[in-house]
Protein backbone atom coordinates (compact mmCIF):
# COMPACT_ATOMS: atom_id res chain seq x y z
CA UNK A 1 0.00 0.00 0.00
CA UNK A 2 1.39 3.76 -0.77
CA UNK A 3 1.02 6.30 1.43
CA UNK A 4 1.67 9.77 1.04
CA UNK A 5 4.85 11.68 2.11
CA UNK A 6 8.17 11.17 3.64
CA UNK A 7 8.57 7.93 5.41
CA UNK A 8 11.99 8.25 6.98
CA UNK A 9 10.78 12.04 8.93
CA UNK A 10 9.12 10.97 12.08
CA UNK A 11 5.66 11.76 11.18
CA UNK A 12 2.74 10.17 10.40
CA UNK A 13 3.77 9.36 6.91
CA UNK A 14 5.94 6.73 8.34
CA UNK A 15 3.33 4.93 10.60
CA UNK A 16 0.67 3.92 7.21
CA UNK A 17 0.42 0.32 6.67
CA UNK A 18 2.84 -0.29 3.70
CA UNK A 19 2.15 -4.24 3.07
CA UNK A 20 -0.57 -6.29 4.82
CA UNK A 21 -1.82 -9.80 4.62
CA UNK A 22 -5.58 -11.10 4.64
CA UNK A 23 -7.01 -14.69 3.45
CA UNK A 24 -8.34 -15.12 -0.12
CA UNK A 25 -11.40 -15.45 0.56
CA UNK A 26 -12.24 -11.65 1.94
CA UNK A 27 -14.94 -9.62 0.95
CA UNK A 28 -16.49 -6.61 2.26
CA UNK A 29 -15.99 -2.87 2.67
CA UNK A 30 -14.55 -0.28 5.71
CA UNK A 31 -17.80 0.46 7.71
CA UNK A 32 -18.91 3.95 6.06
CA UNK A 33 -22.22 6.16 5.71
CA UNK A 34 -25.22 4.89 3.77
CA UNK A 35 -23.71 1.19 3.81
CA UNK A 36 -26.57 -0.90 2.82
CA UNK A 37 -26.89 -3.62 5.91
CA UNK A 38 -26.66 -6.50 3.30
CA UNK A 39 -23.24 -5.72 1.84
CA UNK A 40 -20.03 -7.92 4.46
CA UNK A 41 -18.50 -5.87 6.12
CA UNK A 42 -14.52 -6.37 5.29
CA UNK A 43 -12.22 -7.94 8.13
CA UNK A 44 -9.66 -5.77 8.75
CA UNK A 45 -6.41 -6.81 7.24
CA UNK A 46 -2.98 -8.16 8.62
CA UNK A 47 -0.43 -4.93 9.00
CA UNK A 48 3.42 -6.68 8.29
CA UNK A 49 5.24 -3.74 7.78
CA UNK A 50 4.65 -0.05 8.11
CA UNK A 51 6.39 2.82 5.46
CA UNK A 52 8.98 3.86 7.63
CA UNK A 53 10.35 0.35 7.64
CA UNK A 54 10.29 -0.17 3.85
CA UNK A 55 8.81 2.53 1.74
CA UNK A 56 7.37 2.44 -1.49
CA UNK A 57 7.43 -0.75 -3.50
CA UNK A 58 6.06 -2.88 -5.99
CA UNK A 59 7.34 -6.47 -6.53
CA UNK A 60 5.95 -9.07 -4.49
CA UNK A 61 7.17 -12.92 -5.04
CA UNK A 62 6.73 -15.66 -2.80
CA UNK A 63 9.27 -18.54 -2.16
CA UNK A 64 6.61 -21.36 -1.15
CA UNK A 65 8.62 -23.93 0.51
CA UNK A 66 10.34 -21.12 2.89
CA UNK A 67 7.58 -19.49 3.88
CA UNK A 68 9.36 -16.27 2.67
CA UNK A 69 7.71 -13.11 1.04
CA UNK A 70 9.98 -10.70 -0.97
CA UNK A 71 8.79 -6.99 -2.18
CA UNK A 72 11.30 -4.64 -4.00
CA UNK A 73 11.73 -0.51 -3.87
CA UNK A 74 9.95 1.74 -6.11
CA UNK A 75 9.59 4.96 -7.60
CA UNK A 76 6.38 6.47 -6.90
CA UNK A 77 5.72 10.46 -6.88
CA UNK A 78 4.90 12.27 -3.59
CA UNK A 79 5.64 8.90 -1.47
CA UNK A 80 9.40 8.26 -0.32
CA UNK A 81 11.90 5.69 -0.43
CA UNK A 82 12.63 2.89 2.10
CA UNK A 83 15.91 2.96 3.96
CA UNK A 84 17.44 0.59 2.06
CA UNK A 85 17.62 2.64 -1.01
CA UNK A 86 15.94 2.61 -4.89
CA UNK A 87 17.80 -0.97 -4.93
CA UNK A 88 16.29 -2.82 -1.87
CA UNK A 89 14.80 -5.87 -1.86
CA UNK A 90 13.07 -6.80 1.74
CA UNK A 91 12.10 -9.99 2.72
CA UNK A 92 9.32 -11.33 5.33
CA UNK A 93 9.71 -14.51 7.21
CA UNK A 94 6.44 -16.22 7.89
CA UNK A 95 7.37 -19.52 8.77
CA UNK A 96 7.75 -19.24 12.56
CA UNK A 97 4.14 -17.00 13.34
CA UNK A 98 2.45 -16.06 10.50
CA UNK A 99 0.32 -13.40 12.75
CA UNK A 100 4.09 -11.88 12.89
CA UNK A 101 6.54 -11.87 10.46
CA UNK A 102 10.49 -11.15 10.70
CA UNK A 103 10.99 -8.48 8.21
CA UNK A 104 14.71 -7.70 6.90
CA UNK A 105 16.43 -5.67 4.26
CA UNK A 106 17.48 -9.08 2.49
CA UNK A 107 19.80 -7.40 -0.44
CA UNK A 108 20.57 -3.95 -1.71
CA UNK A 109 20.79 -5.15 -5.57
CA UNK A 110 23.76 -1.98 -5.75
CA UNK A 111 25.97 -3.67 -3.57
CA UNK A 112 26.34 -6.37 -6.01
CA UNK A 113 26.68 -4.08 -9.36
CA UNK A 114 23.48 -3.53 -10.21
CA UNK A 115 23.01 0.33 -11.28
CA UNK A 116 18.87 1.70 -10.59
CA UNK A 117 19.23 5.40 -10.12
CA UNK A 118 17.70 7.48 -7.51
CA UNK A 119 14.88 10.08 -6.80
CA UNK A 120 16.08 12.89 -5.00
CA UNK A 121 19.70 14.46 -4.00
CA UNK A 122 21.53 13.44 -1.08
CA UNK A 123 23.68 10.41 -0.16
CA UNK A 124 21.07 8.62 1.74
CA UNK A 125 17.30 7.53 1.12
CA UNK A 126 16.24 9.99 3.80
CA UNK A 127 18.24 12.98 2.59
CA UNK A 128 16.26 12.32 -0.40
CA UNK A 129 13.24 12.09 0.69
CA UNK A 130 13.94 15.61 2.48
CA UNK A 131 15.19 16.95 -0.73
CA UNK A 132 12.17 15.52 -2.54
CA UNK A 133 9.88 17.98 -0.13
CA UNK A 134 8.01 15.27 0.59
CA UNK A 135 5.88 16.25 3.62
CA UNK A 136 6.37 14.25 7.19
CA UNK A 137 2.28 13.79 7.69
CA UNK A 138 0.42 11.69 5.53
CA UNK A 139 -2.53 14.69 4.42
CA UNK A 140 0.54 16.96 4.24
CA UNK A 141 1.59 18.40 0.59
CA UNK A 142 4.87 17.99 -1.35
CA UNK A 143 6.68 21.35 -1.03
CA UNK A 144 7.56 22.15 -4.71
CA UNK A 145 5.45 19.30 -6.25
CA UNK A 146 8.44 16.44 -6.31
CA UNK A 147 9.21 17.27 -9.85
CA UNK A 148 12.07 14.83 -10.09
CA UNK A 149 9.90 12.13 -9.41
CA UNK A 150 8.11 12.52 -12.42
CA UNK A 151 9.49 11.57 -15.12
CA UNK A 152 11.73 8.65 -13.50
CA UNK A 153 8.47 6.46 -12.60
CA UNK A 154 8.78 3.16 -14.89
CA UNK A 155 12.59 4.52 -15.84
CA UNK A 156 14.43 4.17 -12.40
CA UNK A 157 14.60 1.78 -9.39
CA UNK A 158 13.09 -1.68 -10.00
CA UNK A 159 10.22 -3.68 -11.40
CA UNK A 160 8.30 -6.78 -11.20
CA UNK A 161 10.20 -9.74 -10.02
CA UNK A 162 9.69 -13.69 -9.46
CA UNK A 163 11.77 -16.26 -7.93
CA UNK A 164 12.32 -19.73 -10.21
CA UNK A 165 9.93 -22.80 -9.60
CA UNK A 166 12.90 -24.71 -7.46
CA UNK A 167 13.38 -21.54 -5.02
CA UNK A 168 17.38 -20.98 -6.00
CA UNK A 169 17.14 -17.90 -8.51
CA UNK A 170 15.28 -14.72 -8.30
CA UNK A 171 15.10 -12.63 -11.63
CA UNK A 172 14.47 -8.74 -11.43
CA UNK A 173 14.10 -6.07 -13.74
CA UNK A 174 16.31 -3.24 -13.49
CA UNK A 175 14.19 -0.35 -14.84
CA UNK A 176 17.22 1.98 -15.22
CA UNK A 177 19.18 0.16 -17.68
CA UNK A 178 16.80 -2.07 -19.52
CA UNK A 179 17.70 -5.03 -18.39
CA UNK A 180 16.42 -8.86 -16.17
CA UNK A 181 18.75 -9.77 -13.49
CA UNK A 182 19.53 -13.58 -12.20
CA UNK A 183 20.48 -12.99 -8.64
CA UNK A 184 21.22 -16.89 -6.99
CA UNK A 185 19.48 -17.06 -3.75
CA UNK A 186 21.89 -18.60 -1.80
CA UNK A 187 24.80 -20.34 -3.44
CA UNK A 188 27.06 -20.60 -0.65
CA UNK A 189 24.14 -22.17 1.15
CA UNK A 190 24.14 -20.45 4.28
CA UNK A 191 21.12 -18.20 4.14
CA UNK A 192 22.56 -15.49 6.91
CA UNK A 193 24.70 -14.15 4.27
CA UNK A 194 23.50 -12.18 1.47
CA UNK A 195 24.27 -12.62 -2.88
CA UNK A 196 27.30 -11.00 -3.96
CA UNK A 197 28.56 -9.82 -7.40
CA UNK A 198 29.28 -13.34 -8.79
CA UNK A 199 25.58 -14.85 -8.21
CA UNK A 200 24.39 -12.20 -10.39
CA UNK A 201 24.15 -12.10 -14.31
CA UNK A 202 22.43 -9.27 -16.37
CA UNK A 203 20.78 -9.51 -19.91
CA UNK A 204 19.93 -6.75 -21.94
CA UNK A 205 16.04 -7.02 -22.96
CA UNK A 206 15.68 -6.72 -26.79
CA UNK A 207 14.44 -3.43 -28.40
CA UNK A 208 11.40 -3.97 -30.94
CA UNK A 209 10.52 -0.19 -30.43
CA UNK A 210 12.49 1.30 -33.63
CA UNK A 211 13.81 4.13 -33.03
CA UNK A 212 12.33 4.55 -29.46
CA UNK A 213 12.93 3.24 -25.96
CA UNK A 214 11.50 0.06 -24.68
CA UNK A 215 10.53 -0.23 -21.10
CA UNK A 216 10.22 -3.45 -19.63
CA UNK A 217 8.58 -4.14 -16.38
CA UNK A 218 6.53 -7.36 -15.86
CA UNK A 219 8.10 -10.50 -15.30
CA UNK A 220 6.83 -13.96 -14.61
CA UNK A 221 8.82 -17.60 -14.22
CA UNK A 222 6.82 -20.40 -16.10
CA UNK A 223 7.60 -23.69 -16.75
CA UNK A 224 11.60 -23.18 -16.46
CA UNK A 225 11.54 -20.19 -18.41
CA UNK A 226 10.72 -16.90 -17.93
CA UNK A 227 8.68 -14.17 -19.26
CA UNK A 228 8.79 -10.59 -19.99
CA UNK A 229 6.77 -7.63 -20.67
CA UNK A 230 8.09 -4.86 -22.96
CA UNK A 231 5.57 -1.56 -23.49
CA UNK A 232 7.67 1.13 -26.36
CA UNK A 233 8.04 4.29 -24.37
CA UNK A 234 7.40 6.53 -27.97
CA UNK A 235 4.46 4.01 -29.61
CA UNK A 236 1.60 2.28 -28.39
CA UNK A 237 2.93 -1.27 -28.93
CA UNK A 238 4.02 -3.96 -26.15
CA UNK A 239 5.46 -7.46 -26.44
CA UNK A 240 6.09 -10.67 -24.62
CA UNK A 241 9.56 -12.20 -24.55
CA UNK A 242 10.29 -15.52 -23.48
CA UNK A 243 14.07 -16.41 -22.07
CA UNK A 244 15.36 -19.48 -22.17
CA UNK A 245 18.58 -18.50 -20.71
CA UNK A 246 20.01 -17.53 -24.16
CA UNK A 247 17.65 -16.08 -26.21
CA UNK A 248 14.18 -13.97 -26.04
CA UNK A 249 11.77 -14.76 -28.47
CA UNK A 250 8.58 -12.94 -29.09
CA UNK A 251 5.31 -14.90 -27.93
CA UNK A 252 2.56 -13.46 -29.58
CA UNK A 253 1.13 -14.87 -32.69
CA UNK A 254 0.56 -12.37 -35.36
CA UNK A 255 2.27 -10.87 -38.13
CA UNK A 256 4.81 -8.71 -35.66
CA UNK A 257 4.34 -10.59 -32.07
CA UNK A 258 2.92 -7.11 -31.12
CA UNK A 259 0.10 -6.41 -28.65
CA UNK A 260 -1.12 -3.37 -30.56
CA UNK A 261 -2.11 -0.60 -27.43
CA UNK A 262 -4.09 1.82 -29.73
CA UNK A 263 -7.42 -0.70 -29.25
CA UNK A 264 -10.10 1.51 -28.04
CA UNK A 265 -10.00 1.16 -24.28
CA UNK A 266 -12.61 2.31 -21.84
CA UNK A 267 -12.92 5.87 -20.38
CA UNK A 268 -10.77 6.62 -16.65
CA UNK A 269 -12.95 8.84 -15.50
CA UNK A 270 -16.54 11.17 -16.13
CA UNK A 271 -15.23 13.53 -13.59
CA UNK A 272 -12.91 15.05 -16.93
CA UNK A 273 -15.06 17.77 -18.69
CA UNK A 274 -15.01 15.53 -22.07
CA UNK A 275 -14.38 11.65 -20.78
CA UNK A 276 -14.29 10.07 -24.35
CA UNK A 277 -10.25 12.67 -24.70
CA UNK A 278 -9.40 10.14 -22.04
CA UNK A 279 -9.86 6.78 -23.60
CA UNK A 280 -7.33 4.89 -24.86
CA UNK A 281 -3.47 4.59 -24.51
CA UNK A 282 -1.33 7.18 -24.72
CA UNK A 283 2.44 7.25 -25.11
CA UNK A 284 4.79 8.24 -22.50
CA UNK A 285 4.99 11.82 -21.07
CA UNK A 286 8.37 13.49 -19.41
CA UNK A 287 5.98 16.87 -18.32
CA UNK A 288 2.70 16.72 -16.89
CA UNK A 289 -0.59 17.21 -19.38
CA UNK A 290 -2.97 20.00 -19.32
CA UNK A 291 -5.57 19.39 -16.68
CA UNK A 292 -8.93 17.73 -17.90
CA UNK A 293 -11.34 19.45 -15.84
CA UNK A 294 -10.30 22.14 -13.11
CA UNK A 295 -7.39 19.92 -11.14
CA UNK A 296 -8.21 16.99 -12.29
CA UNK A 297 -6.02 14.84 -14.83
CA UNK A 298 -6.20 11.31 -16.74
CA UNK A 299 -3.43 10.65 -19.12
CA UNK A 300 -3.13 6.57 -19.49
CA UNK A 301 0.05 5.42 -20.41
CA UNK A 302 0.64 1.77 -20.22
CA UNK A 303 2.92 -0.43 -18.13
CA UNK A 304 2.94 -3.76 -18.84
CA UNK A 305 3.31 -4.13 -14.90
CA UNK A 306 2.89 -8.23 -14.05
CA UNK A 307 1.93 -11.38 -16.13
CA UNK A 308 0.02 -14.47 -14.47
CA UNK A 309 -0.52 -18.11 -16.06
CA UNK A 310 -3.83 -19.41 -15.70
CA UNK A 311 -4.37 -23.30 -15.99
CA UNK A 312 -4.57 -24.40 -19.43
CA UNK A 313 -1.10 -22.04 -19.78
CA UNK A 314 -2.79 -18.89 -20.89
CA UNK A 315 -1.25 -15.32 -19.82
CA UNK A 316 -3.39 -12.69 -17.83
CA UNK A 317 -1.65 -9.13 -18.86
CA UNK A 318 -2.04 -6.47 -15.56
CA UNK A 319 -1.52 -3.33 -17.16
CA UNK A 320 -0.69 0.01 -15.18
CA UNK A 321 -1.40 3.30 -15.79
CA UNK A 322 2.06 5.11 -15.36
CA UNK A 323 -0.15 8.42 -15.01
CA UNK A 324 -1.42 6.88 -11.38
CA UNK A 325 1.76 7.46 -10.09
CA UNK A 326 3.35 10.26 -11.80
CA UNK A 327 0.43 12.21 -10.13
CA UNK A 328 -1.08 12.35 -6.25
CA UNK A 329 -4.26 13.01 -5.09
CA UNK A 330 -5.35 16.23 -3.35
CA UNK A 331 -1.60 17.14 -3.57
CA UNK A 332 0.81 19.69 -5.43
CA UNK A 333 1.65 19.72 -8.75
CA UNK A 334 5.16 19.10 -10.49
CA UNK A 335 6.59 22.72 -9.48
CA UNK A 336 3.14 24.03 -8.49
CA UNK A 337 2.44 26.09 -5.58
CA UNK A 338 1.27 24.70 -2.18
CA UNK A 339 -2.68 25.64 -3.92
CA UNK A 340 -2.15 23.86 -6.85
CA UNK A 341 -3.95 21.04 -6.18
CA UNK A 342 -3.97 17.40 -8.67
CA UNK A 343 -6.23 14.63 -8.60
CA UNK A 344 -5.66 11.60 -11.20
CA UNK A 345 -7.67 8.90 -12.01
CA UNK A 346 -5.77 6.05 -13.18
CA UNK A 347 -6.91 3.73 -15.93
CA UNK A 348 -5.36 -0.07 -16.30
CA UNK A 349 -6.39 -2.81 -17.99
CA UNK A 350 -6.22 -6.57 -17.65
CA UNK A 351 -6.21 -8.48 -21.19
CA UNK A 352 -5.71 -12.13 -21.66
CA UNK A 353 -3.56 -13.66 -23.98
CA UNK A 354 -4.89 -17.72 -24.85
CA UNK A 355 -2.50 -20.61 -25.25
CA UNK A 356 -4.37 -22.35 -27.80
CA UNK A 357 -2.29 -25.69 -28.74
CA UNK A 358 1.08 -24.24 -27.55
CA UNK A 359 1.00 -20.64 -29.34
CA UNK A 360 -0.30 -17.80 -27.63
CA UNK A 361 -3.26 -15.63 -28.90
CA UNK A 362 -4.80 -12.35 -28.31
CA UNK A 363 -8.33 -12.46 -27.27
CA UNK A 364 -11.27 -12.11 -29.01
CA UNK A 365 -8.32 -13.08 -32.29
CA UNK A 366 -8.99 -16.09 -32.89
CA UNK A 367 -12.12 -19.27 -32.11
CA UNK A 368 -11.56 -20.45 -28.68
CA UNK A 369 -10.15 -17.26 -27.43
CA UNK A 370 -13.22 -14.70 -27.53
CA UNK A 371 -13.81 -11.77 -25.36
CA UNK A 372 -17.28 -12.28 -22.93
CA UNK A 373 -18.25 -8.67 -24.00
CA UNK A 374 -18.07 -7.03 -27.80
CA UNK A 375 -18.46 -3.41 -25.78
CA UNK A 376 -15.83 -2.28 -27.99
CA UNK A 377 -13.38 -1.02 -24.92
CA UNK A 378 -10.33 -4.19 -25.65
CA UNK A 379 -8.55 -6.22 -28.62
CA UNK A 380 -10.58 -7.15 -31.25
CA UNK A 381 -13.78 -5.25 -30.28
CA UNK A 382 -14.07 -5.99 -26.50
CA UNK A 383 -13.48 -7.31 -23.18
CA UNK A 384 -12.03 -11.04 -21.71
CA UNK A 385 -12.63 -9.22 -18.29
CA UNK A 386 -15.55 -6.86 -18.24
CA UNK A 387 -16.71 -5.91 -14.66
CA UNK A 388 -13.43 -4.07 -14.04
CA UNK A 389 -15.79 -0.73 -13.12
CA UNK A 390 -17.11 1.01 -10.64
CA UNK A 391 -21.45 1.86 -10.85
CA UNK A 392 -21.17 3.94 -7.86
CA UNK A 393 -23.16 1.95 -5.70
CA UNK A 394 -22.52 4.12 -2.67
CA UNK A 395 -22.47 7.49 -4.67
CA UNK A 396 -25.37 7.06 -7.77
CA UNK A 397 -24.86 9.12 -10.70
CA UNK A 398 -26.68 9.31 -13.71
CA UNK A 399 -27.08 6.91 -16.16
CA UNK A 400 -25.16 4.88 -17.58
CA UNK A 401 -24.16 4.97 -13.31
CA UNK A 402 -20.40 4.02 -14.53
CA UNK A 403 -17.74 6.15 -13.22
CA UNK A 404 -14.65 4.76 -14.33
CA UNK A 405 -14.75 2.08 -16.66
CA UNK A 406 -10.93 1.00 -16.12
CA UNK A 407 -10.17 0.50 -12.65
CA UNK A 408 -7.68 -1.94 -12.52
CA UNK A 409 -3.89 -0.84 -11.36
CA UNK A 410 -1.36 -3.68 -12.68
CA UNK A 411 -0.85 -6.15 -10.24
CA UNK A 412 -2.09 -9.89 -10.01
CA UNK A 413 -2.15 -13.16 -8.50
CA UNK A 414 -3.36 -16.72 -9.31
CA UNK A 415 -4.65 -19.16 -6.91
CA UNK A 416 -4.72 -22.90 -8.99
CA UNK A 417 -8.02 -24.53 -8.95
CA UNK A 418 -10.36 -21.41 -8.48
CA UNK A 419 -11.16 -20.25 -11.35
CA UNK A 420 -10.48 -16.69 -10.60
CA UNK A 421 -7.53 -13.96 -11.14
CA UNK A 422 -7.34 -11.33 -8.09
CA UNK A 423 -6.34 -7.89 -9.24
CA UNK A 424 -5.48 -4.96 -7.55
CA UNK A 425 -8.16 -2.16 -8.47
CA UNK A 426 -9.45 1.58 -7.15
CA UNK A 427 -13.33 0.97 -6.46
CA UNK A 428 -13.20 -2.74 -6.28
CA UNK A 429 -16.22 -3.80 -8.21
CA UNK A 430 -19.71 -2.86 -6.45
CA UNK A 431 -18.20 -0.88 -3.31
CA UNK A 432 -17.54 2.51 -2.48
CA UNK A 433 -16.17 5.32 -4.79
CA UNK A 434 -12.31 6.55 -3.84
CA UNK A 435 -10.74 3.20 -2.62
CA UNK A 436 -8.77 0.71 -3.32
CA UNK A 437 -8.57 -3.05 -3.16
CA UNK A 438 -8.98 -6.07 -4.59
CA UNK A 439 -11.16 -7.38 -7.12
CA UNK A 440 -11.39 -11.13 -8.13
CA UNK A 441 -12.33 -11.92 -12.21
CA UNK A 442 -13.80 -15.34 -13.54
CA UNK A 443 -11.34 -16.70 -15.73
CA UNK A 444 -14.33 -18.15 -18.05
CA UNK A 445 -16.82 -15.66 -18.03
CA UNK A 446 -15.02 -12.39 -16.83
CA UNK A 447 -17.47 -11.44 -14.63
CA UNK A 448 -16.11 -10.09 -11.06
CA UNK A 449 -16.54 -11.17 -7.57
CA UNK A 450 -19.28 -9.37 -5.88
CA UNK A 451 -18.37 -7.17 -3.73
CA UNK A 452 -14.83 -6.76 -4.11
CA UNK A 453 -12.75 -6.44 -0.73
CA UNK A 454 -11.95 -2.42 -0.18
CA UNK A 455 -8.39 -2.53 1.93
CA UNK A 456 -8.32 1.89 1.82
CA UNK A 457 -11.04 4.82 1.65
CA UNK A 458 -9.85 8.36 1.25
CA UNK A 459 -7.40 10.06 -1.22
CA UNK A 460 -4.68 12.15 0.76
CA UNK A 461 -6.75 11.94 4.11
CA UNK A 462 -5.13 11.59 7.44
CA UNK A 463 -4.14 8.09 6.83
CA UNK A 464 -2.52 9.39 3.66
CA UNK A 465 -4.27 7.19 0.97
CA UNK A 466 -3.93 7.64 -2.78
CA UNK A 467 -7.40 7.02 -3.74
CA UNK A 468 -7.83 6.70 -7.64
CA UNK A 469 -4.02 7.47 -8.39
CA UNK A 470 -2.74 3.85 -7.63
CA UNK A 471 -3.01 3.22 -4.19
CA UNK A 472 -1.49 -0.56 -4.30
CA UNK A 473 1.26 -2.19 -5.67
CA UNK A 474 1.57 -5.71 -6.85
CA UNK A 475 -0.15 -9.25 -5.22
CA UNK A 476 1.08 -12.19 -4.19
CA UNK A 477 -0.24 -15.59 -2.87
CA UNK A 478 1.34 -17.62 -0.01
CA UNK A 479 -0.45 -20.77 0.24
CA UNK A 480 1.02 -22.38 3.15
CA UNK A 481 2.82 -25.64 4.03
CA UNK A 482 0.77 -28.70 3.91
CA UNK A 483 1.49 -31.42 6.61
CA UNK A 484 3.23 -34.04 6.27
CA UNK A 485 1.63 -37.39 4.79
CA UNK A 486 2.12 -40.32 2.31
CA UNK A 487 0.09 -41.51 -0.66
CA UNK A 488 -3.25 -40.37 -2.83
CA UNK A 489 -1.62 -36.97 -3.80
CA UNK A 490 0.16 -36.71 -7.40
CA UNK A 491 1.45 -33.50 -8.24
CA UNK A 492 3.23 -31.35 -10.48
CA UNK A 493 6.51 -30.55 -8.24
CA UNK A 494 8.58 -27.17 -9.46
CA UNK A 495 11.81 -29.11 -8.67
CA UNK A 496 12.47 -28.85 -5.20
CA UNK A 497 10.75 -31.99 -4.12
CA UNK A 498 8.21 -30.33 -1.12
CA UNK A 499 4.61 -30.74 -2.24
CA UNK A 500 3.04 -27.15 -1.86
CA UNK A 501 -0.53 -25.89 -2.17
CA UNK A 502 -0.41 -24.23 -4.93
CA UNK A 503 1.25 -26.69 -6.97
CA UNK A 504 -1.30 -28.23 -9.56
CA UNK A 505 -2.46 -32.06 -9.00
CA UNK A 506 -2.46 -34.22 -11.32
CA UNK A 507 -5.36 -36.85 -12.10
CA UNK A 508 -6.02 -40.34 -13.18
CA UNK A 509 -2.31 -41.43 -12.93
CA UNK A 510 -1.73 -45.40 -12.57
CA UNK A 511 0.82 -46.05 -10.06
CA UNK A 512 2.42 -49.11 -9.62
CA UNK A 513 4.36 -50.28 -6.59
CA UNK A 514 7.62 -52.60 -7.42
CA UNK A 515 9.31 -54.90 -5.06
CA UNK A 516 13.07 -53.90 -6.69
CA UNK A 517 12.42 -55.44 -10.39
CA UNK A 518 9.51 -56.74 -9.54
CA UNK A 519 5.62 -56.02 -9.63
CA UNK A 520 3.66 -56.36 -6.01
Known amino acids: CYINGNPSGGGTSGTGSAVVSFPYSSIGVIPFGGQPASLPTRNDPQEDATTMQIGSTWGVAAKQATQEIFTSAFVKRHVGIGPGGEGAIYKFDYLADPANPT ?35 ANGLSNGGDPDAFDKVGKGGLGDFDISEDGSMLWVVNLND ?26 AVPNPCGGGTQRPFALSVYEGDVYVGVVCESALEAYIYRFDGTTFNPVLVNASATIDLSYEKGFSSITCTDPEANKGWFTWIATPPAACNANFFSHPQPILADIEFDVDGSMILGFNDRGGHQFGTENTRPGGSLASRENYHAGGDVLRVCNINGEFFMQGSVGGCANNDNNDDGP ?7 QDFITGRFFPQPAPNILHSETATGGLALLPGRNAVAVDSYDPFNTYEVSGGINWFNNSTGLARDPGYVLYFGQNNGNGNFGKANGLGDIEILCGLLNIQVGNYVWEDDGEGIQQACEKPVERVDVSLYDKTDPV
Open 103 to 137: LSTWLDVTTIGMTVGTVGTGATPADRNLNRGLSTA
Open 178 to 203: QTINSILMDSDNDPATAPTAGDLTTF
Open 380 to 386: NGGEFYH
